[in-house]
């Protein structure tokens, strides 16, 4: 897998995306995915040999980031979200959705979602 590098203006187009980010991954890009595959995994919030296949990094205010977006990905998502928040003082962990108007500003309104739209983009939830 390789990890695609991207600006911060694409997160901002990616308003009918949803995913995990982690903050200040510094080092081995490679090192930070397998470890959250295998720490997930264990976790028992990746499922049925779900993995993290894509995953893109960016900088913002000094700080390498990776997003892992829930494409394709079989996750518990209760308990992914219980492990982000007990985790966020490592991790810096953040949904895409809060990251981008929180940090940010706002989606680019042509990627916003329509009331209609699904936001899981092929995440496969228990």
Known sequence: MSIKKITTDALRRMGNTEGLILQGCGGDLQEWVDGLNKMLTEEGILQNGSK?????AFEHNGLTC?????KDVSVDV???????????DTFGGTWL????????????????MGADEDLDSGMSMK
């Open 78 to 88: 209760g308990r992914l979200a219980i492990w982000r928040l007990k985790t966020h």
């Open 52 to 56: 993290f296949t894509e995953c893109s």
């Open 66 to 70: 990776l997003l892992f977006p829930f």
């Open 97 to 112: 959705s809060d990251y981008v108007p929180n940090y940010l500003g706002e989606f680019e309104e042509s990627a916003e």
